[in-house]
């Protein structure tokens, strides 16, 4: 939790091992305010091993490789994000609940349905319809691609307000919030991951039935990388799926629009393993009088990799840091980690090095971006071998508020490539 009461406290992760990941296991840890400062917690209670892919920061179409763990189930990676944007008019000021916004679609003509021979639902654990990954012979795989990251939109409605949302995509799931600058609104797609507006709709956000203007120029933008859920465990091999599209969907076909976000996602299951040691928490504050001031902090970590069959390639692996929970979508700023329940008024900014950022750089951040981009590179490891690597990281509180009690959260990964 992030308190406004003199100290902040970062939660942040806990060990990931080759035999399991570390699942989230309490909320929030418990923090003592100290008078007249702000208090932030940021909580982090889990650092998964995902995998990190090529390039990724462009609204053209990219290849993603990631290399994930064999013989496991569950969550075992992730891509690096891609990024797109779409603008257009809508053409037809009609509204359909299978005509979503900021979709995410193995199609370039509709949203995404489950009724399609690409998604499935599988699995113990509860996980909504994933993008099937194929392997070479072209059978289902058991591997399942889960958007997750966040997006935006703008449409104008008949009576010339404009809208103004914001999605988070959470491991195939979505929840879409939206203002015309007076009254706010929210909802959500089901667990199972099918829109409250079309049953059959996967990965389609939408809003309750409303009037359009046809001829505003409507927007949308997807930050996005892909979980990796293995259904079943996963041998080694190459599983791909191709492609995958941004879509943004009018009543009229002509009112359309798509773009190429992934031409092929590659998950390459390999017997490389990575664990990440990190502390579970610090302190940081902002405040007055003697003793206020503690608005910075450095950690070191320690990441492990190794090779515990004979692959037949070697692995590059990075860390890297993604904004998450109460702070995924909070901030448009990728180099600041928004500060839930402050209005924009706190924000987080890192350095991946033992030096912490300076005050000046609070404006525009600094060289941690909190998106699961690749940042920090490590050794390679070599089939049949291990690396051992420790590093720094530091961070800054940065903004002024109310005392109260805030939070923010984000994710460190080990991502291979």
């Given at each position: 939790?992030?308190?406004?009461n003199?100290?902040?406290?970062?939660?942040?992760?806990e060990?990931?091992?080759?035999n399991?990941?570390?699942?989230?296991t309490?909320?929030?840890?418990?923090?003592?305010?100290?008078?007249y400062?702000?208090?932030?917690?940021?909580l982090?209670k889990?650092?998964?091993?995902?995998?990190?892919?090529s390039?990724?920061?462009?609204?053209?179409?990219v290849t993603?490789t990631?290399?994930?763990?064999?013989?496991?189930?569950?969550i075992?990676?992730a891509?690096?994000?891609?990024?797109?944007?779409?603008?257009?008019?809508?053409?037809?000021?009609?509204h359909?609940?299978q005509?979503?916004?900021a979709?995410?679609?193995?199609?370039?003509v509709?949203?995404q349905?489950?009724?399609?021979s690409d998604?499935?639902?599988?699995?113990?654990?509860?996980?909504?319809?994933?993008?099937?990954m194929?392997?070479?012979?072209?059978n289902?795989?058991g591997?399942?691609?889960?958007?997750?990251?966040?997006?935006?939109w703008?449409r104008?409605l008949?009576?010339?307000?404009?809208?103004?949302g914001?999605?988070v995509?959470?491991?195939?799931?979505?929840?879409n919030?939206?203002?015309?600058?007076t009254t706010?609104?929210?909802?959500?797609?089901?667990?199972?991951?099918?829109?409250p507006?079309?049953?059959?709709?996967?990965?389609c956000?939408?809003?309750?039935?409303?009037?359009?203007?046809p001829?505003?120029?409507?927007r949308?933008?997807?930050?996005?990388r892909?979980?990796?859920?293995?259904?079943r465990?996963?041998?080694?091999?190459d599983?791909?799926?191709?492609?995958?599209?941004?879509?943004?969907?009018?009543?009229?076909y002509?009112g359309?629009i798509?773009?190429?976000?992934v031409?092929?996602v590659t998950?390459?299951?390999?017997?490389?393993?990575?664990?990440?040691?990190?502390?579970?928490?610090v302190?940081l504050?902002?405040?007055?009088?003697?003793?206020?001031?503690?608005?910075?902090?450095?950690?070191?970590?320690?990441v492990?990799?190794?090779?515990w069959?004979?692959?037949?390639?070697?692995?590059?692996?990075?860390?890297s840091?993604?904004?998450?929970g109460?702070?995924?979508?909070?901030?448009?700023t990728?180099?600041?980690l928004?500060v839930?329940?402050?209005?924009?008024r706190?924000?987080?900014i890192?350095?991946?090095?033992?030096?912490?950022?300076?005050?000046?750089s609070c404006?525009?951040?600094s060289?941690?971006?909190?998106?699961g981009r690749d940042?920090?590179a490590?050794s390679?490891?070599?089939?049949?071998?291990?690396?051992?690597?420790?590093?720094?990281?530091?961070?800054?509180l940065c903004?002024?508020?109310v005392?109260?009690d805030?939070?923010?959260q984000a994710t460190?990964s080990?991502?291979?490539?």
């Open positions: 939790m992030i308190k406004v003199k100290k902040t406290i970062f939660a942040l992760g060990v990931a091992t080759r399991q990941i570390q699942q989230p309490s909320p929030f840890i418990g923090m003592a305010g100290v008078r400062a702000i208090r932030s917690l940021w982090m889990t650092l998964m091993i995902m995998a990190g892919v390039t990724a920061y462009t609204v053209s179409a993603l990631a290399v994930v763990e064999g013989g496991r189930s569950g075992v990676g891509t690096a994000p891609v990024t797109s944007t779409l603008s257009k008019a809508l053409g037809d000021g009609r359909a609940g005509y979503g916004m979709a995410i679609s193995t199609y370039s509709s949203c349905t489950r009724l399609s998604v499935s639902i599988e699995g113990s654990d509860g996980k909504p319809y994933g993008i099937i194929k392997n070479a012979l072209g289902d795989s591997a399942r691609l889960l958007p997750d990251g966040t997006a935006t703008q104008t008949a009576d010339g307000k404009v809208l103004k914001s999605i995509y959470t491991e195939g799931l979505w929840t919030t939206w203002s015309d600058g706010t609104q929210s909802s959500g797609s089901y667990a199972d991951g099918t829109s507006y079309s049953p059959t709709s996967i990965f956000p939408n809003i309750p039935n409303v009037n359009y203007d001829n505003a120029i409507r949308s933008s997807v930050n996005v892909f979980k990796i859920y293995a259904a465990p996963l041998i080694p091999g599983y791909t799926v191709d492609p995958l599209y941004h879509a943004d969907f009018s009543y009229s002509g359309d798509t773009a190429l976000l031409d092929r998950v390459r299951v390999a017997n490389y393993s990575c664990a990440l040691n990190i502390p579970t928490s302190n504050s902002i405040g007055t009088g003697a003793g206020a001031g503690n608005d910075t902090a450095t950690l070191n970590y320690r492990q990799c190794s090779d069959g004979t692959s037949d390639i070697s692995i590059r692996p990075y860390v840091v993604m904004a998450a109460v702070s995924s979508g909070l901030s448009n990728p180099s600041k928004g839930a329940g402050t209005d924009g706190l924000w987080i890192g350095n991946w090095s033992g030096t912490a950022p300076a005050s000046s404006s525009a951040g060289t941690m971006y909190f998106d940042a920090t490590l390679r490891v070599m089939p049949g071998g291990s690396i051992d690597v420790s590093g720094k990281v530091s961070f800054r903004g002024t508020g005392p109260g805030y939070a923010a460190f080990v991502v291979q490539r």
